[in-house]
């Protein structure tokens, strides 16, 4: 594996190049927003993805999901226990307690953003309201190690030590899930390297001013093992405990990280 090479780095967008990606975030941010906005007791997830398309074509952008390797949803609705890839269907209906991870792209002009919040329908128990919470900080904390000089595992160290720092911070137990990460990003949605979730720090490529990863932290309140259920594309917690992601496409610059997915 390239990963392995000290001398590799993760390629560099030009500063155009990360405001075309900018823009393209821009429409999943808003996507994202309305969606919430829509969200509620008695919605299905099927017509939360209708909201997500309309907000993407609108924009002149189509949704990067729809269709890559045969996914069927604009969006990827993820509830409970199901961690990510859930598939959007009209037979998945909300109900007040439920906690909901909503993944989004588009694509536009060429160039794709990538990005992913949880939140709650009505009232939630408090530990999933602190699984949330844990998870929007970790991925916070983690993603300021995506400047110029850093390695690839630099990032995934420093989400896993912020992950041990939030179960402090929000009294909380937090399992990091096996096996899913973050990724590169720019004309592909899913480009190298892969990033994991946890690890040593100082290992993988290099990353340099105009590197862009897609960072996506996944925690649950239980298990890091999970299955992929018989559709192929939902994956869900071993022992059914509820699962928060979150996540951003980040781009390294002089400045610090730059957050192409903004929400507002």
Not at 5 to 25: F, H, Y
Not at 71 to 91: A, K
Not at 139 to 162: C, F, Y
Request: include cysteine; hydrophobic fraction near 40%; proline fraction near 5%.
């Amino acid at each position: 594996m390239g990963f392995r090479s000290k001398r590799r780095a993760i390629p560099a967008k030009t500063p155009g190049e990360l405001d075309a990606m900018q823009a393209a975030g821009e429409v999943v941010g808003r996507a994202l927003q309305a969606v919430k906005a829509a969200a509620g007791p008695g919605v299905n997830t099927l017509e939360l993805d209708r909201v997500a398309e309309a907000v993407i074509r609108d924009a002149g952008a189509v949704p990067s999901f729809l269709g890559y390797q045969g996914f069927p949803g604009s969006i990827c609705s993820s509830v409970n226990d199901v961690i990510v890839h859930g598939i959007p269907t009209d037979e998945d209906i909300l109900e007040s307690g439920d906690l909901i991870s909503i993944d989004c792209g588009a694509t536009l002009d060429g160039w794709v953003g990538d990005s992913a919040w949880s939140f709650g329908i009505g009232e939630v128990d408090e530990d999933v309201e602190k699984l949330n919470q844990a998870t929007e900080w970790v991925l916070a904390e983690g993603l300021k190690a995506m400047v110029p000089g850093n390695r690839l595992t630099d990032v995934s160290h420093a989400l896993e030590t912020a992950t041990r720092r939030a179960e402090e911070k929000f009294g909380v137990k937090l399992g990091i899930v096996d096996g899913y990460g973050g990724h590169g990003i720019g004309r592909e949605m899913h480009e190298e390297p892969y990033l994991a979730n946890e690890g040593r720090a100082g290992r993988g490529p290099l990353i340099q001013a105009g590197s862009v990863l897609a960072i996506e932290p996944m925690l649950t309140l239980g298990t890091t093992d999970s299955a992929v259920l018989d559709d192929d594309w939902t994956v869900v917690t071993l022992d059914g405990s509820f699962s928060a992601h979150w996540e951003h496409t980040v781009a390294a610059t002089e400045n610090g990280p730059r957050i192409l997915t903004p929400r507002r």
